[in-house]
């Protein structure tokens, strides 16, 4: 695990922006699984600036979800394609043939899981994951407690989760279930880079820099990743160890 600390908000996305243009740079064409949540904000909107060679790889790439909420389309504000749309896939002109996202809306929720895996896995499966840690440990909506063998599913989402999430969302209500992608369709991606900010992931992130794999904290389950990059947020980089690098 290579790990980068950083000294302010502004460095901390450009340095996001900087990991994630080098991996669509260097696997032209690629998958990438996208976050929501206040973390990435920075990180997308870092990317409106980057180079033209960049924006044109970032185009050339194609886009999944980590997760959406069981019972919402692309078209309800509340839902994850929305925001997505709203702040990556619009701002950058990222075309609709480029995109394969989770349907909340689908009739078979189950059936769009097992169809979504499919296609993920048919064309190559994810070659950038974008994650963020979750202060219980999760990443997408697995909770604590997912087994780590899962592939895409319905997962039910913990109370803590669906707090947060509705303080972002102006305390609008939100369904209580979720589609995913599981913790094992996440650890066979080639490259992850998992965001980890705010003081309230400080505890997510001792567990993670324990290096002892917990199934209650589903973020060490990439723990041994061959190519997995944690970036942390000027107020969690205290919790680095010393020999951590610096991000330029």
């Known amino acids: 695990m290579r790990l980068i600390r950083t000294a302010s908000a502004q460095q901390f996305d450009r340095c996001a922006a900087d990991l994630l243009c080098a991996q669509v740079l260097a696997q032209p064409g690629t998958q990438v699984a996208l976050p929501t949540g206040r973390t990435p904000l920075g990180l997308y909107a870092s990317l409106l600036g980057r180079t033209a060679t960049e924006l044109a790889a970032l185009r050339r790439a194609h886009y999944v979800n980590l997760d959406e909420y069981l019972g919402l389309g692309p078209s309800d504000p509340r839902s994850y394609a929305h925001f997505l749309q709203r702040q990556v896939f619009g ?36 070659g950038v994951a974008v ?57 066979a991606a080639r490259t992850v880079l998992l965001l980890a900010a705010g003081e309230s992931k400080a505890e997510a992130l001792r567990r993670l820099l324990a290096g002892v794999p917990d199934l209650q904290w589903p973020a060490t389950s990439l723990l041994g990743h061959p190519d997995l990059t944690l970036l942390c947020s000027p107020e969690l980089a205290a919790l680095l160890p010393a020999r951590a690098g610096t991000a330029a």
């Open 91 to 126: 701002p950058l002109g990222i075309g609709a043939s480029q995109l394969r996202l989770l349907r909340g809306d689908m009739p078979d929720a189950n059936a769009e899981c097992a169809q979504f895996e499919d296609a993920l896995q048919a064309a190559g499966g994810i």
């Open 131 to 187: 994650l963020g840690l979750g202060a219980n440990g999760h990443i997408a909506f697995n909770e604590p407690g997912t087994p780590w063998n899962t592939r895409t599913h319905v997962a039910d989402l913990s109370a803590e989760t669906l707090a947060v999430n509705e303080r972002l969302n102006g305390a609008a209500p939100l369904p209580r279930r979720g589609l995913t992608l599981g913790v094992a369709t996440l650890r």
